[in-house]
């Protein structure tokens, strides 16, 4: 029996979405993984989106399916990436969330594992907050948080500056958008999609 992986994410200028294809291609280095790659939903117009320069970069991930809150009862673990918007999550992704009432009254994600990678404009931006404040929600449902561990080495580069934190994988967009996602907070992306689903394998397959 395979495990099932999910990695659900919001990216508006794709930054989150290029660390999210990074979680996923680690998690499916564990033999017998089921990863599946989705995104959330926006909530502005097209009209919003174009005039902030964001629309044209949705479209080299505008054929990812669109999560949907029933499906995520049939995960074993679930990996969500967020961009962060003044220290939390993104309102896309809150929406989401503020949508699984009915699993939480269910316990329908009591046990799984949870996940949370994240994007910020600048290196102080509230990388931290936003992931830690997320695991809230996390435990409210009774989710099992899994973080990145210290055996990944690229918590502890000092040659450049980069994102990555021991609660999650991190990105530095800048303040205008412009910086893409390094080859090393890529690399710890890819760990945590791995680690997650090593644990989630060791807990669910049978």
């Given amino acids: 029996m395979s495990v099932k992986v999910q990695v659900i994410f919001y990216s508006m200028y794709g930054h989150v979405y290029r660390m999210a294809e990074a979680v996923a291609e680690g998690a499916k280095q564990v033999s017998g993984a089921e990863v599946s790659l989705y995104q959330v939903a926006d909530l502005m117009p097209d009209d919003v989106l174009e005039k902030y320069g964001a629309k044209a970069a949705k479209t080299a991930f505008a054929k990812v399916p669109v999560a949907k809150v029933d499906?995520?009862?049939?995960?074993?673990?679930?990996?969500?990436?967020?961009?962060?918007?003044?220290?939390?999550?993104?309102?896309?992704?809150?929406?989401?969330?503020?949508?699984?009432?009915?699993?939480?009254?269910?316990?329908?994600?009591?046990?799984?594992?949870?996940?949370?990678?994240?994007?910020?404009?600048?290196?102080?931006?509230?990388?931290?907050?936003?992931?830690?404040?997320?695991?809230?929600?996390?435990?409210?449902?009774?989710?099992?948080?899994?973080?990145?561990?210290?055996?990944?080495?690229?918590?502890?580069?000092m040659g450049e500056i980069t994102g990555g934190t021991p609660y999650g994988a991190t990105t530095l967009a800048g303040p205008d958008g412009s910086r893409q996602p390094s080859e090393n907070e890529l690399k710890i992306a890819r760990y945590q999609g791995k680690h997650v689903a090593e644990i989630a394998d060791r807990l669910f397959r049978k």
């Fill in 71 to 157: 499906q995520l009862a049939e995960a074993d673990a679930i990996i969500f990436g967020t961009p962060t918007r003044f220290g939390n999550m993104a309102a896309q992704m809150r929406n989401f969330l503020d949508q699984t009432g009915q699993l939480w009254m269910k316990g329908a994600l009591v046990g799984k594992v949870g996940s949370v990678f994240a994007s910020t404009g600048t290196q102080h931006g509230g990388q931290e907050t936003t992931i830690t404040s997320f695991h809230t929600t996390l435990l409210h449902h009774g989710m099992v948080i899994v973080g990145v561990p210290y055996t990944e080495s690229g918590l502890m580069h």
